[in-house]
């Protein structure tokens, strides 16, 4: 059986890899790619196929050859039952780890129901508020159309009034009798102005029921539009190391510190913080944006804990992604790269999952879930084959951000 099932795994995987050395894939255009993760995840993509099959192969050959010798050996020889009933045990053990995780995904993304109802109860009259940071744009805009959409009222960050107004104008269109409300903030300047940031938050949400926080946003400020993404660590200027790590982390440490006040009084309330797949493997040539990412994954956990302990019914979410087809990168959805609207469903959906960190979205859990059963070899030759790729292909002229 094991034979068998081993001999099936590695003839297709061959012939997918045949067919995929024999594909010419029309690759889009890298300068199309507006944000870290878009550029990561079509880069990912590609390797998964040229560098994780051919490696994943290369196992299920040895794994073969090994079954075999295994299966010659057991068939003249009989473990005792001191050893083979640990081996057995073993076995049982693994198996049944492999299974739960199985269950646990197919709980998780088919059949758990959200507990984002409990967040979006009018409790004394007042009808519950989220405040997006980060909203105008991309996964934001997606968020704003799907809480909207389910009648909750709007708190839109962004840094330039016009952008906001017209989403504002955009919303109530779609959403008749939803009240929206502007945040005008600039996350890379702002940030080192406590007063302004106090008042401008304070104002945003006197006298409302503020239920959600979702910590979007993060990059650059765009400052990478003038010059590659993948860039070597002490190669980058200190002002665009700041750009990084003012946007990506130490503007939703601020604003959550802000926030939360607010979101203790109107309990139960949430919080999700938007990360990136980067935070959990090393990829070279981003790490101020990886480090942030990763900033914001245990800066949500503890603070999860935090909340837990002191008994505030405040739920804290940390969100993985990859790639995500937003309007900038100009790629249609598909199942490895669902629209703006499609993730921001996902992530809501994962709400009151126990977790306090997740891959939300199912085709991301998939990829990067199968991506971390590979050996770590296997797991670093894919990411730092990657970087170097997008970093040769930058320096040729074609620009990631």
């Known amino acids: 059986m094991v034979l068998s099932t081993l001999a099936a795994a590695n ?13 010419n894939p029309i690759a889009p255009s890298l300068s199309s790619l507006r944000k870290p993760h878009l550029v990561i995840a079509y880069a990912l993509e590609e ?11 290369f196992q299920l050959n040895k794994m073969d050859s090994l079954a075999r010798r295994f299966h010659s050996f057991n068939s003249s020889t009989h473990f005792p039952p001191h050893v083979s009933y640990p081996l057995a045990l073993l076995g049982t053990l693994w198996t049944t780890r492999k299974l739960y995780e199985v269950l646990s995904f197919t709980w998780l993304h088919f059949l758990r129901p959200s507990s984002l109802p409990r967040y979006l109860t009018t409790s004394a009259g007042e009808k519950p508020w989220a405040l997006i940071s980060g909203a105008t744009d991309g996964i934001g805009k997606g968020f704003t159309h799907e809480l909207a959409g389910r009648g909750c009222n709007l708190v839109l960050h962004g840094r330039t009034a016009s952008k906001l107004e017209a989403l504002k104008i955009e919303l109530q269109a779609v959403h ?23 008042s401008s938050i304070s104002s945003a949400l006197d006298g409302i029921s503020l239920r959600i926080l979702i910590n979007n946003i993060g990059g650059n400020g765009g400052s990478g539009a003038a ?22 982390s130490r503007f ?11 979101l203790a009084q ?10 990136s797949g980067v935070s959990e493997y090393g990829t070279p040539f981003l790490c101020p944006y990886s480090g942030a990412k990763a900033y914001n994954m245990a800066f949500s956990r503890s603070l999860r804990a935090e909340l837990a302990v002191t008994g505030a019914d405040v739920e804290c979410i940390g969100i993985l992604l990859a790639g ?16 703006t609207k499609t993730f921001a469903r996902a992530c809501l959906g994962v709400v009151g999952s126990g977790h306090d960190v997740v891959w939300a979205y199912v085709g991301h859990h998939l990829v990067f879930g199968l991506l971390g059963q590979m050996p ?26």
């Open 47 to 57: 390797h998964i196929l040229r560098v994780t099959l051919p490696a994943v192969t």
């Open 266 to 275: 109107h309990q139960p309330a949430l919080i999700l913080n938007i990360g």
């Open 176 to 198: 008749p009798g939803v009240d929206v409300r502007l945040l005008v903030l600039d996350a890379q300047k702002d940030v080192y102005d406590p007063s302004k940031m106090a």
């Open 227 to 248: 010059g590659p993404l993948f860039v070597p660590f002490t190669s980058q200027s200190p002002s665009q190391l700041d750009a990084w790590l003012d946007i990506s």
């Open 376 to 401: 770590k070899w296997v797991i670093e030759k894919v990411f730092r084959g990657m970087a170097l790729k997008m970093k040769g292909e930058e320096e040729k002229g074609e620009k990631a951000l």
């Open 11 to 23: 003839r297709h995987l061959q012939r997918l890899s045949a067919g995929i050395a024999d594909a």
């Open 252 to 262: 939703p440490t601020q604003l959550t510190r802000q926030c939360l006040p607010h």
């Open 324 to 339: 995500v087809a937003t309007e900038r990168s100009g790629r249609a959805a598909s199942f490895a790269e669902p629209s």
